[in-house]
């Protein structure tokens, strides 16, 4: 059994100081069926990245979501805090729906027509990992043939606050995100998935050692959380970032991708022909 | 298929403050919810309400570390796991509430400084699963479900698809629900709480909400007289992110589903565990799937009557009482109902009976349209 990547999709969008939010109004028209009333940024956000993904693609009907997250909806948290405890009102129901990690699922089944399975999976600073590895398992047990997996990030305003939020320094270069990659089982194209997890780092190194050769990008855990590596935009947090790294691979390219920390264990996803 | 037992629970809940006295008081027939007054709002705020009868202040940050450890360590214990094997222990964690309260506190103390305070200054979904990885000494993998009502459910069904590959021996399922006012609040502005529950009934108004910490340990290695989970499915029904089809056609898919993958036939479910929310459409959608699968609905029990709707932990929750029920050979009854309703084709049961060996469906479906049915077999 193998299961491979047959579309992919890497929206990334920095957002800067005394910017506004970039528009998604034109990205959202390509890609939605219908007119979504009153979703917020982070279901805008997984509409976009989940459509250009599978846009073109012919979905088979059991087609699970496994949608990943460190941070989820903050921007509709803050805004039903924000009514309750400093406004003293009951939180409008549109933006406490909105709270919940599984209205964006459920708007990006329904955009594209996807009854299947459909889970919103986190963990911090691996979202990605976590996601995956849960469809992999799916897959790999025959109980579905095909996985959409993503990862959203979203930033709110003002970016004082979001940097305060996430524990970033001042000046810390932030970006908003979605990142998906549509998995097929036994697929006859794109690019074979597959991931490890380690202890430890001296096991992971071992089997890094074992398994690439000298051409092969290899990404250590230490360089997922750099900022600005390549030149490129950056995400603030590393599920969003190891999620961009992946896509894009994915796309374009093998990769080994290292991530982790000591006491919670490492996990080491390959891209290969 | 990997046989994965279920060694070991933990539970707090509104009936007790472990599984042992939450079972007991449920057979006992106890269902006590209370009345609770919310102050700071433009408008009063009452509603009733499941609570842990722990004793503390409700929106106290600090009883998440009070509350959570006992309960892993409950049904760790119970499990009779080695300390190498506790030490690899996966975690599967589902949720509605995760940090939400903390942060709540966090922002109403900062606000009283301050007018320029930071909403939402915690955002972490893994903060349960991290509690029980402290508590138990545990540097496994975590996972945490965020899928509203089925987010445990989900969680154990993960679990049990990962002990079916083979990579681990156990792990633990958690199911969290504690008081917050995200939630209290935002389910009143639904306009959905009642104050009393009643499932399936012709006079049914809403849900009461509840609090509740569930923990199992799933394993492939067998304990006496150890129950077995036979796997399940989920699925997604688009009709509405808060409403249930009331024509039931997405709960039959999902129970069709489980019963698919768990090799049975609808005729051999010998009871069902319904989710029973006591909403009008949530059960009417309930009952309509069932009765599309089965014709006749098996014996059929509704839990919320005991210890409020625990959202998403509903799932590990409810599996942990009805489990624990089966051990003792009963079926629980459904604290709520009185009178059938004609377009509902599910009664109820009214009192404890007779549960024999054989399999077992427990149901859930939250927002999102997020369903998901869990297969259990009590052994002969």
């Known amino acids: 059994m193998s299961v491979r990547v047959i579309a992919a999709s890497s929206y990334l969008q920095p957002v800067r100081d005394g910017e506004a939010l970039p528009s998604l109004d034109q990205a959202l028209k390509d890609v939605s069926r219908e007119h979504f009333r009153r979703v917020d940024r982070f279901i805008q956000l997984a509409l976009i990245g989940s459509g250009r993904c599978v846009a073109g693609q012919a979905l088979r009907p059991e087609c699970g979501i496994y949608l990943g997250s460190g941070f989820g909806p903050i921007a509709s948290n803050v805004a039903t805090q924000q009514q309750m405890l400093r406004d003293h009102e009951i939180p409008k129901p549109y933006n406490f729906v909105n709270t919940l990690g599984v209205s964006a699922g459920f708007h990006v089944a329904k955009n594209l027509g996807m009854p299947g399975q459909n889970l919103f999976i986190s963990r911090r600073g691996a979202s990605l990992e976590a996601a995956l590895a849960t469809a992999l398992t799916d897959l790999e047990l025959g109980v579905l043939s095909q996985a959409l997996v993503g990862v959203v990030e979203e930033v709110t305003l003002p970016l004082d606050e979001h940097r305060r939020r996430r524990d970033l320094p001042s000046d810390a270069l932030v970006a908003e995100g979605s990142h998906w990659l549509l998995l097929e089982r036994d697929a006859a194209r794109g690019k074979s998935v597959s991931m490890k997890h380690f202890d430890d780092l001296g096991s992971l190194e071992e089997e890094l050692n074992a398994s690439s050769r000298e051409n092969d990008r290899v990404h250590r855990p230490q360089a997922v959380d750099k900022r600005g590596r390549d030149g490129r935009a950056f995400h603030d947090n590393p599920d969003a970032a190891v999620a961009a790294e992946f896509a894009a691979a994915a796309m374009a390219g093998s990769l080994f991708l290292a991530n982790g920390s000591p006491g919670r264990g490492y996990t080491l996803l390959h891209l290969g022909p | ?380």
């Open chain 2, 1 to 380: 298929m990997v046989d994965a037992y279920i060694r070991g629970v933990g539970l707090s809940c509104a009936l007790g403050m472990d599984a042992g006295s939450c079972v007991s008081a449920m057979l006992a027939g106890r269902a006590t919810p209370q009345r609770l007054e919310l102050g700071g709002f433009s408008e009063p705020l009452a509603l009733s309400y499941y609570r842990i009868p722990d004793g503390a202040e409700l929106f106290d940050p600090r009883r998440f570390e009070r509350l959570l450890p006992p309960v892993v360590q409950a049904a760790v214990r119970h499990a009779g796991l080695s300390a190498d094997e506790i030490r690899g222990l996966p975690i599967f964690m589902g949720s509605s509430c995760f940090s939400v309260g903390l942060a709540e506190t966090g922002y109403a103390a900062a606000l009283k400084q301050r007018s320029a305070a930071l909403p939402m200054p915690v955002c972490d979904y893994d903060y349960p699963a991290g509690l029980a990885r402290a508590a138990l000494g545990c540097e496994g993998e975590a996972w945490a479900f965020n899928t509203a009502c089925t987010a445990s459910a989900n969680a154990l069904l993960s679990a049990w698809r990962m002990l079916q590959t083979g990579r681990h021996r156990h792990a633990l399922v958690l199911g969290v629900e504690l008081a917050n006012l995200t939630t209290l609040t935002g389910f009143a502005g639904l306009q959905i709480l009642t104050d009393r529950v009643r499932p399936f009934d012709a006079e049914r108004r809403g849900i009461v909400l509840g609090e509740g910490i569930g923990a199992l340990v799933l394993s492939t290695a067998p304990g006496p007289g150890a129950l077995r989970i036979r796997g399940g499915a989920s699925n997604c029904d688009t009709y509405s992110v808060t409403t249930a089809n009331p024509d039931g056609a997405s709960v039959a898919a999902v129970l069709r589903a489980a019963l698919a993958q768990a090799q049975l036939a609808p005729e051999t479910v010998q009871a069902i565990k319904g989710h029973g929310t006591g909403t009008g459409t949530g059960d009417q959608a309930e009952a309509a799937g069932l009765e599309r699968v089965f014709g006749r609905v098996p014996p059929l029990s509704a839990l919320k009557g005991y210890l409020g709707h625990t959202l998403g932990a509903c799932g590990v929750n409810e599996l942990v009482l009805y489990a624990c029920a089966l051990l003792q050979g009963r079926l629980p009854a459904s604290p709520g109902f009185e009178q059938p309703d004609p377009v509902v084709p599910v009664v109820p049961l009214s009192a404890p009976t007779a549960a024999p060996p054989g399999h077992y469906l427990l149901n859930h479906f939250g927002f999102g349209g997020n369903n998901t049915v869990l297969v259990l077999e009590k052994p002969a």
